[in-house]
């Protein structure tokens, strides 16, 4: 296993790619503390990571609230006797959906970028000292697609997108002495409830049917597919593992060529 033994920290564990990212780790050999806003969804997940063997936490957090990080992070710190080798920082939001600038309320701008960003910045202000006590440590953040490119109607969520891949690589350039890796993961459109809601909002507001939304994402797509969140996981496990011990500071982008 690629992970033996190694104590990680999920945020955002409890649905979609942060539960596929949980599973795929401790499949891996990872014990994991999940966090999240939602308890109820991180149980269930842990207890799936304890059916394989591994040993798993739950901890309730809100990753835009520096006191809650920091208690969260004490307490992986507690229950992994000292150790933190690997944190993935899933947790994040979407914002408006084919939202002209112009129409987007202020503070939904401000919710976005805060949790998007905040919610990327705090988890590693608060793991970074443990990994560089123990000279080494992964990273992982999730980024998206719309970081890379422009994405017409999405100004909040592609802003924040851009920053965590800014926070990814000026922090892989601080910790990189440290022997410490810091990598984005970059989803496309990935298949789940929040695609789903996406084709959705954007059919009402153009008048189409939702099958119509989702067939222009394929058909933008090189593979013709849609991403799904294992797809998300296994990037994530490169990341995590050795098999990356000389990458920093970049991102891999998954989605299915969107970007391309």
Same mark, same amino acid.
Request: hydrophobic fraction near 45%.
């Given at each position: 296993?690629?992970?033996?033994?190694?104590?990680?920290?999920?945020?955002?564990?409890?649905?979609?790619?942060?539960?596929?990212?949980?599973?795929?780790?401790?499949?891996?050999?990872?014990?994991?503390?999940?966090?999240?806003?939602?308890?109820?969804?991180?149980?269930?997940?842990?207890?799936?990571?304890?059916?394989?063997?591994?040993?798993?936490?739950?901890?309730?957090?809100?990753?835009?609230?520096?006191?809650?990080?920091?208690?969260?992070?004490?307490?992986?710190?507690?229950?992994?006797?000292?150790?933190?080798?690997?944190?993935?920082?899933? %947790?994040? $939001?979407? *914002?408006?959906?084919?939202?002209? =600038?112009? #129409?987007?309320? @202020?503070? &939904?701008?401000?919710?976005?970028?805060?949790?998007?960003?905040?919610?990327?910045?705090?988890?590693?202000?608060?793991?970074?000292?443990?990994?560089?006590?123990?000279?080494?440590?992964?990273?992982?953040?999730?980024?998206?697609?719309?970081?890379?490119?422009?994405?017409?109607?999405?100004?909040?969520?592609?802003?924040?997108?851009?920053?965590?891949?800014?926070?990814?690589?000026?922090?892989?350039?601080?910790?990189?002495?440290?022997?410490?890796?810091?990598?984005?993961?970059?989803?496309?459109?990935?298949?789940?409830?929040?695609?789903?809601?996406?084709?959705?909002?954007? %059919?009402? $507001?153009? *008048?189409?049917?939702?099958?119509? =939304?989702? #067939?222009?994402? @394929?058909? &933008?797509?090189?593979?013709?597919?849609?991403?799904?969140?294992?797809?998300?996981?296994?990037?994530?496990?490169?990341?995590?593992?050795?098999?990356?011990?000389?990458?920093?500071?970049?991102?891999?982008?998954?989605?299915?060529?969107?970007?391309?």
């Amino acid at each position: 296993m690629k992970l033996e033994g190694r104590k990680a920290i999920v945020t955002g564990a409890a649905k979609g790619m942060g539960a596929a990212i949980t599973r795929t780790l401790a499949r891996e050999g990872a014990d994991i503390v999940l966090t999240a806003r939602d308890i109820a969804p991180l149980v269930e997940v842990a207890a799936e990571v304890r059916a394989m063997g591994r040993e798993s936490w739950v901890v309730g957090c809100d990753v835009t609230d520096g006191q809650e990080v920091r208690e969260m992070v004490a307490k992986a710190i507690e229950v992994f006797e000292g150790r933190i080798d690997i944190l993935v920082n899933v %947790a994040g $939001v979407t *914002g408006p959906i084919e939202t002209p =600038v112009q #129409d987007i309320d @202020v503070d &939904d701008f401000d919710y976005v970028v805060t949790a998007n960003e905040r919610g990327t910045f705090l988890p590693i202000k608060y793991v970074v000292p443990t990994m560089i006590a123990q000279k080494e440590g992964k990273i992982v953040n999730i980024g998206g697609t719309s970081g890379l490119r422009g994405y017409a109607m999405r100004t909040a969520y592609s802003a924040s997108k851009w920053a965590v891949r800014g926070i990814t690589r000026t922090v892989a350039l601080e910790l990189g002495p440290h022997n410490i890796n810091v990598n984005a993961v970059c989803p496309g459109i990935v298949d789940g409830p929040r695609m789903q809601k996406l084709c959705e909002e954007k %059919a009402r $507001v153009r *008048g189409w049917t939702t099958e119509e =939304v989702y #067939d222009e994402y @394929v058909q &933008d797509m090189a593979l013709k597919r849609v991403t799904v969140a294992q797809d998300i996981a296994n990037a994530v496990l490169f990341l995590a593992s050795e098999d990356s011990r000389q990458i920093t500071g970049q991102h891999i982008a998954v989605d299915g060529g969107w970007d391309v």
